[in-house]
């Protein structure tokens, strides 16, 4: 392909088609949004009185210029700190991502050995596969409150970070972890019995130890399948966090959503629904990101 066929391909398939389905969307949602309309009438007594009321499809939702007005303080001023639930919207985000790191790791750590067991042992596939498929389909809002009894009287203190950990810190790390590591564990899992048995016999013809056998023959084969796990669980870590910030109402992205939720700001809902999706698509890149760096060696 000659060089300015690729750059016109790149613009249509890059720039323009993305910015064609943006435009609609915002259309669509200009259309289902309704409007202040000012009319003048007399009361009573006979006065002329301004009358303000909301007309259109969906008359309380705002359209995208009264969101970008309502909500531009929160965007152009991304990291201020007015309050503890009253900050820029990347302050939240952060608050929010460090939370869902630390818990994400977690499931990672415990849902891939987990996944090489299941899938290298028949014995421990039918011991606990049972209980993995009960567990798996629990919502997050089940798992929060048995996390809040779980650390409702734990306190960690890491050194170097400030105040020790609260109880609804906890219990968000705990209800991230235990999510969003079925996907990893499950997909480890599927990818270690889709391994070759030729691969395996030329690990015993060469007499690999079991670490090795781990190392040079089991990772490199199963790592498609784990990246997809690891991809599926970020998104749902990023899920998991806002519905237990809008349960315990800490400061974070979800927080802010239930308290602008229960301030009937619906601007404001708009502008974490957003948020929420772009961080969501950027982690999920990120991931992809990191899954070809790992094939490229």
């Known amino acids: 392909m000659k060089p300015l066929q690729r750059l016109q ?5 890059s720039l ?3 910015a064609v389905g943006l435009l609609l969307c915002l259309l669509l949602w200009q259309v289902l949004s309704g409007k202040t309309v000012k009319t003048t009438v007399r009361d009573d007594f006979g006065d002329l009185v301004t009358v303000t009321k ?11 210029a009264e969101t970008w007005a309502a909500s531009k303080t929160y965007v152009l001023q991304p990291w201020a700190k007015r309050g503890e639930l009253d900050q820029g919207i990347l302050a939240f985000t952060w608050l929010s991502l460090k939370l869902v790191a630390q818990g994400y790791a977690i499931a990672l750590i415990l849902g891939t050995p987990i996944g090489f067991c299941l899938g290298l042992s028949k014995s421990f596939a039918k011991t606990f596969d049972p209980i993995i498929q009960i ?17 409702l009287s734990v306190k960690i203190h890491v050194p170097g970070a400030g105040a020790p950990y609260t109880a609804s810190e906890l219990a968000a790390i705990f209800t991230i972890a235990v999510c969003s590591m079925w996907p990893t564990v499950l997909n480890t899992a599927v990818g270690v019995r889709a391994i070759p048995q030729d691969y395996l016999n ?24 784990m990246f997809t796990g690891f991809r599926l669980s970020l998104g749902i870590a990023w899920l998991v966090i806002v519905a237990a910030e809008m349960l315990t109402g800490r400061p974070g992205v979800g927080g802010f959503l239930w308290q602008q939720y229960n301030a009937l700001n619906y601007a404001h809902i708009i502008l974490c629904i957003l948020t929420i999706g772009f961080v969501g698509y950027a982690l999920d890149r990120l991931m992809s990101l990191v899954e070809s760096r790992f094939k490229s060696v």
């Open 9 to 13: 391909r790149f613009f249509l398939e």
């Open 16 to 18: 323009f088609l993305p």
């Open 54 to 64: 909301r007309v259109g499809l969906s008359k309380d939702l705002p359209s995208p």
């Open 135 to 151: 567990l798996r389909p629990v919502s997050p809002l089940a798992w929060l409150p048995l996390g809040m009894v779980l650390f």
């Open 202 to 225: 030329v690990a015993k013809v060469l007499k690999l130890s079991r670490t090795k056998t781990l190392l040079k023959v089991l990772v490199p084969a199963t790592l498609p399948y």
